[in-house]
């Protein structure tokens, strides 16, 4: 088995996280991780990497490298951005599909491949942690796992598990 932790990008304000961003990234680091990880990944926007570096630390594994996977970021944000507020607040994938179902499906099997390169690159038994955005993280999982997870808050994720190819989602403990 192979496994993802999938998590969304602390409080924000632009590309950097604000002083309760750093303190909810500290909090995670100490009571939400499930280390050793083989890997720690970042959509390369600055709040996610800024977070991956907290939470590697708080790991006690400095010594890994941090990938930035462009391909885990959208590159039509403000598409998402205006069909998530169409949709509502709080909506889901689905919600946002009605919206915009070209957007969703077409993103959510771009970002679904590069997640899936991400696991396919673990070791056998490895885990990655890895740091982005909403919805385009539940868009992933969904053109990874075919499962539709409910919105994501900052901080919060889902474990990513692969057996054999066939994958499977549940909410981080």
Same mark, same amino acid.
């Given at each position: 088995m192979r496994y993802v932790e999938l998590r969304r990008h602390t409080d924000n304000d632009g590309d950097r996280l604000t002083a309760q961003g750093i /303190?909810?990234?500290?909090?995670?680091?100490?009571?939400?991780?499930?280390?050793?990880?083989?890997?720690?990944?970042? #959509?390369? /926007?600055q709040r996610a990497t800024q977070m991956v570096a907290i939470l590697r630390h708080?790991?006690?594994q400095d010594d890994v490298e941090i990938t930035e996977v462009a391909g =885990?970021?959208?590159?039509?944000?403000?598409?998402?951005? #205006? /069909?998530?507020?169409?949709?509502?607040k709080g909506a889901d994938l689905e919600a946002v $599909? $009605?919206?915009?179902?070209d957007l969703v499906d077409r993103e959510s099997?771009? =970002?679904?491949?590069?997640?899936?390169? %991400? !696991?396919?690159?673990?070791?056998?038994g490895g885990r990655a942690l890895v740091v982005g955005h909403?919805? #385009?993280?539940?868009?992933? !999982?969904?053109?990874? /796992?075919g499962e !539709?997870?409910?919105p994501l808050g900052k901080g919060d994720g !889902? =474990? =990513?598990?692969?057996?054999?190819?066939?994958?499977? %989602? $549940?909410p981080l403990d």
């Open positions: /303190a909810d990234a500290e909090r995670i680091g100490r009571d939400g991780l499930h280390p050793p990880y083989a890997a720690f990944v970042s #959509t390369g /926007a708080a790991a006690g =885990l970021r959208s590159s039509v944000e403000d598409r998402w951005r #205006t /069909a998530a507020t169409a949709a509502g $599909r $009605r919206i915009d179902p099997w771009l =970002l679904g491949s590069s997640l899936r390169r %991400v !696991v396919e690159a673990l070791p056998e909403s919805p #385009t993280n539940e868009a992933a !999982v969904f053109g990874l /796992a !539709v997870v409910p !889902v =474990l =990513l598990e692969e057996e054999a190819g066939k994958y499977s %989602v $549940r």
